[in-house]
């Protein structure tokens, strides 16, 4: 019988170890996707708790409002539209003109410093719905109103109050301006409505302002 013949003994591998430069461009790469993330991350982030924010005010408001229908309509109802503290729920508004996107949302009653927090404010001290003077909202354009310059004069826009009554104001006027060019946000001796946001969409380096004549109520024109 033959002997079986002795394997051949192997070669240990060799570990290859980065050169300097490999190493500084693994390093480098590391370093530019942690910066864009640290550069994504937190206006995703901060959108994602606007929409919170938005979608439970929306919610809020619908379910007070559905009570609008007993007994009759509006008119007849005593409870409220919009529920809980009126700065976090002060007016709905929509955009009937616009119906294939479905265009609404709820804006708290402050400052500008309330866009930190939320997508869509009324302007604290600026006329309310339907009243005198000059109702101005202020709303971000992302990610909920991506074709909100469709927006034209002619068009109407729907400002409810929380006693459930709606305000419809039909749009005379649309600006685009940098934003130290604005000058629609001052008081009127109308019954107007402003609504101002950012252009174009995801850059914001400008701004889009409407301006809107009262049609229903005592003041319609």
Same mark, same amino acid.
């Given at each position: 019988m033959s002997s079986t013949p002795a394997p051949a003994a192997t070669r240990p591998r060799s570990r290859r170890r980065l050169s300097p430069f490999r190493l500084l461009g693994v390093l480098v790469g590391l370093g530019l996707v942690g910066g864009g993330l640290a550069l994504i991350v937190p206006p995703l982030w901060t959108l994602y708790q606007h929409k919170k924010v938005d979608d439970n005010a929306l919610s809020q408001w619908n379910q007070g409002g559905s009570q609008a229908l007993v007994g009759g309509g509006a008119t007849n109802y005593t409870g409220q539209c919009g529920t809980g503290d009126p700065a976090a729920n002060y007016a709905r508004v929509s955009f009937p003109s616009l119906p294939e996107y479905a265009y609404a949302g709820v804006a708290g009653d402050g400052t500008w410093d309330e866009l930190k927090t939320r997508s869509m404010v009324h302007?604290?001290? !600026?006329? &309310?719905?339907?009243?005198? +003077?000059?109702?101005?909202?202020?709303?971000?354009?992302?990610?909920?109103?991506?074709?909100? $310059?469709?927006?034209?004069?002619?068009?109407?826009?729907?400002?409810?109050?929380?006693?459930?009554? !709606?305000? &419809?104001?039909?749009?005379? +006027?649309?600006?685009?301006?940098?934003?130290?060019?604005?000058?629609?946000?001052?008081?009127? $001796?109308?019954?107007?409505l402003t609504l101002i946001t950012c252009t174009p969409f995801w850059v914001d380096s400008q701004r889009l302002v409407w301006r809107g004549t009262l049609i229903t109520g005592p003041g319609a024109q």
């Open positions: 302007y604290k001290g !600026t006329a &309310a719905p339907g009243q005198k +003077g000059n109702d101005i909202i202020a709303f971000h354009r992302e990610p909920e109103y991506e074709h909100i $310059d469709q927006l034209k004069v002619g068009d109407v826009v729907d400002v409810q109050d929380r006693s459930c009554k !709606t305000w &419809a104001y039909r749009i005379t +006027g649309r600006w685009q301006a940098y934003p130290s060019n604005v000058t629609q946000l001052t008081s009127t $001796d109308g019954y107007d």
